[in-house]
């Protein structure tokens, strides 16, 4: 019994470590009901949903949204966003509801709708950019309108069980919460509105419960070792490898090969490593004062482009970056003090799309970073990051016995030029 519970403390004890970001740990998706105006059986209502990660956006096929009505609640009508079934209104005679549905489903509209299907933020195929790269991409609406729910803040129930994808699984949602009404100001800003009541739900991230592999890997390799540290073998697992397609395969040739399929599975090239994405770390030049560091990331998969893609390391020379090329960079400070975590991004309309595998599937950059003379140092693997994550999930490092660390000569040659200054400088001073 005592080693069933040590079993059960240890498994809560990894699952709470893998659901906390300790590079972004506010981060989360906040999901804000607005009820604008009672109507004769209900209420319509904005929702809005923000998206606070720095770093972890929704791509495509965007963001499912799901919940569970408290009553016997109906969708009479929605604008911005539609619900995936309509469910049995067979009792409903003359206006029929949009959904029924106690448990709707609910989508972002496709870009391109009818004006008089648009909302604010809508629209986008439910693709919401991260806080950190673009903050009015970070945000989604729709309008809806229910029915059967109650006409005052008394009467109306809160929905329960709420869910979402982004695309996939991940994401763990709170119970629904009242809050102190949203406060609008009017486009003349002139004056203030009130919502007539609000509620919020917060959704948090969780890469374990996401996919039980990592979804990219690191490989490093540096000017003063001839060695490349590649990605460790099966880092991502290897259940795709019977099916994966070798770079020089005729298959490469055939027509809607790159259409991604419903259930988003991947046609990945075949890799030791099996990563629908790996992103290569080299050491490429020390100067005096400084050093530079070449970033590519390539795309194994031939069936996703990687829109609004991130890429954030933690390093402790970070905090000196004097010069970033073909990327945009943004610091990610998550404790303030510690500014050793940085965001590298697509420059928008020249890399911000990562296309498919191919010989378009990467994006590369370099890095130009001021020394700290007081912890710079080329030996045991400081060079190398500690943490990458690419588009909010982290990344398998190679282990770290296998990094490229200086040649043994080398370090001798450094100690024996110190030693050669000390003794030119005493026979000077002798002199």
Known sequence: MRLFFSFCFFFMIIFSATAYDPLDPSGNITIKWDIMSWTADGYVATVTMN????????QNPGWTLGWTWAKKEVIWSMVGAQTTEQGDCSKFKGNVPHCCKKTPTVVDLLPG????????????GGV????????????????????????????????????LLGPGPGYTCGPAKIVPSTVFLTTDKRRKTQALMTWNVTCTYSQFLARKHPSCCVSFSSFYNDTITPCPSCACGCENKKSCVKADSKILTMKGLNTPKKDNTPLLQCTHHMCP???????KTNYKDYWRVKIAITNFNYRMNHTLWTLAIQHPNLNNVTQVFSFDYKPVSPYGSINDTGMFYGTKFYNDLLMEAGPSGNVQSEVLLQKDQKTFTLKQGWAFPRKVY?????????????????????QGNFASMSLNILLLLLFISIW
Not at 113 to 124: I, M
Not at 132 to 153: E, I, K, R, Y
Not at 390 to 410: I, K, R, T, V, W
Request: charged share 10%.
């Open 51 to 58: 998206n606070f990660q720095m770093y972890r956006h929704i």
């Open 128 to 163: 919401i950019g991260a806080w950190g790269q673009d903050p009015s991409a970070a945000v989604s609406q729709f309008q809806v309108s229910a029915g059967l729910a109650g006409t005052t803040n008394k009467t109306v129930k809160l929905p329960k069980n709420f869910t």
């Open 113 to 124: 709708v009818p004006y008089n299907q648009q909302f604010s933020n809508c629209c986008k």
């Open 390 to 410: 690419f588009n909010g999930d982290e990344c398998m490092l190679p282990p770290p016995d296998s990094y490229p660390f200086l040649p043994n000569s080398a």
């Open 277 to 283: 994405v790996r992103v290569h770390w080299h050491v």
